[in-house]
């Protein structure tokens, strides 16, 4: 058994032990925000460690299209419901103000696209035994947070994938959705509520328009955790 000297003396290498983070969530959306401006796109960093029921994340996202898609000053209740959720989602209440203020700046001074960023892994309860996973599920949630919103490209779109390239037991990462999701669910005879029921987001997205709205990358070989996209069209300025 080592001496606790031979023991302090093995601390003392590990001044020749440098550990490097190469890749993280932060590195995620830092990348991404640059993969986006190239798009032209304004990038704007909500917070990398989302986490939290999949139901409130799913509530903050369409509390945050709804602030950055009215043309009016959006009523304080907004606001104060965005401040109330973000400590149940990992969200400090600074970030949350900071992006408003940015999302209001870009309102009312007329800038161009914006695509709000964050990462982090929701938490889904279990009630039934469908297929899917965490990704799709918010994504399908969200989905019905921006019903009444209008359709891209004069509305939000909002994706939800892992790094990994698979989300929960199936080939997909994740899902993209907008306010034409439930709609075009109806036409076609999807009972969204019930897919919800029993977690088979999978399932739903499949049978959904043959399976467009599913995003299927591929295994990427690495896992950083999860990336939410919020892609905000321009909005016009009201003149008065």
């Not at 297929?131 to 019903?147: H, K, M, P, S, T």
């Not at 994740?174 to 029993?198: C, K, P, R, V």
């Not at 399932?203 to 919020?230: E, I, Y």
Request: aromatic letters at 6%; proline letters at 7%; a negative charge.
């Amino acid at each position: 058994m080592p001496t606790w000297r031979e023991n302090k003396g093995a601390s003392n290498t590990s001044g020749h032990v440098l550990n490097t983070v190469i890749g993280s969530n932060s590195v995620a959306l830092q990348w991404a925000g640059r993969r986006a401006r190239e798009l032209g796109f304004r990038p704007l960093v909500l917070a990398p460690g989302v986490c939290g029921d999949v139901r409130s994340v799913s509530r903050l996202y369409g509390l945050l299209a709804s602030f950055a898609c009215s043309r009016e000053e959006p009523p304080p209740e907004v606001a104060a419901e965005l401040l109330r959720l973000g400590p149940e989602v990992g969200v400090e209440s600074w970030d949350l103000c900071r992006t408003m203020q940015v999302l209001g700046e870009g309102r009312t001074e007329g800038w161009g696209s914006t695509c709000l960023l964050a990462g982090g892994e929701p938490t889904v309860e279990l009630t039934g035994t469908g297929r899917g996973g965490r990704n799709q599920e918010l994504a399908l949630r969200v989905g019905l947070e921006l019903r009444d919103m209008k359709l891209p490209p004069n509305g939000p779109v909002f994706l939800s994938g892992g790094t990994d390239g698979q989300d929960g037991p199936t080939e997909a990462a994740g899902a993209i959705t907008d306010g034409g999701l439930y709609e075009e669910a109806h036409a076609q005879g999807l009972d969204i509520n019930s897919f919800l029921t029993n977690n088979d987001s999978y399932t739903f997205f499949t049978r959904l328009s043959a399976g467009k709205r599913l995003l299927v990358p591929g295994l990427t070989c690495t896992n950083v955790m999860d990336v939410h996209m919020l892609l905000i069209p321009p909005i016009p300025m009201n003149m008065r």
